[in-house]
């Protein structure tokens, strides 16, 4: 008994004590208090805002007094980000033409570069519908480490982009005009 009582105390070091049990070194075991203050993350703003909405009360909500002409000061600012919706960019392009008063010859003036006659479509439009049927099959499924099929994209995707298609004046058959 009294080599046990004259035994140095357990630690991590000398016993199966785990380390978070071991003595601390000098303190009050109390942890220190945070020396600054986190900032916080946020996403800076915009510099250059397309609209700046300032909403102030009109009311109180407790009580509903008249806010009128009380002074308010901002208390949250934050930007809301949104793509513009996708309008057509429709250039109508008349080549007039006629007979010459001199010789009697028919004319007709030439397209300039870029609007030539042909496919209704640009070329941006052309590229964007291209990229969404490769983007439609682009993911493999695999099964057992072979590729099976192409896997389709969500029928919400492909109702989004049926929909933008549609507004923009594009009709299936069109679509498929654009694929040659």
């Known amino acids: 008994m009294r080599e046990t009582l004259q035994a140095p105390p357990k630690t991590p070091t000398n016993s199966g004590t785990p380390p978070s049990q071991g003595r601390k070194a000098n303190g ?9 203050v986190h900032a916080g993350a ?3 703003l915009h510099p250059n805002p397309t609209r700046c909405e300032a909403i ?37 392009v008349v080549l007039h033409g006629g007979v010459c008063p001199c010789c ?13 006659p042909g496919s ?8 964007f519908v ?4 490769l983007e439609m099959w682009q993911r493999p499924l695999t099964c057992g480490g072979a590729v ?3 896997q389709a994209p969500s029928g ?19 679509l498929g005009l654009l694929k040659r």
Request: glycine letters at 8%.
């Open 156 to 174: 919400s995707r492909r109702a989004a982009r049926s929909n933008c298609f549609r507004r923009l004046g594009i009709s299936p058959a069109g």
């Open 42 to 44: 946020h996403r800076p």
């Open 130 to 133: 291209l990229y969404g049927f």
């Open 56 to 92: 102030r009360m009109e009311h109180c909500p407790h009580c509903r007094a008249d806010l009128g002409e009380v002074e308010q000061v901002a208390v949250q600012t934050y930007d809301r980000v949104e793509i513009p919706e996708i309008a057509p960019d429709v250039t109508r």
């Open 104 to 116: 009697a010859g028919r004319f007709k003036a030439a397209a300039p570069a870029g609007l030539e």
């Open 28 to 36: 009050d075991g109390k942890p220190s208090p945070k020396t600054r």
């Open 120 to 127: 209704p479509f640009g070329p941006n439009l052309r590229a």
């Open 148 to 150: 099976r099929a192409h």
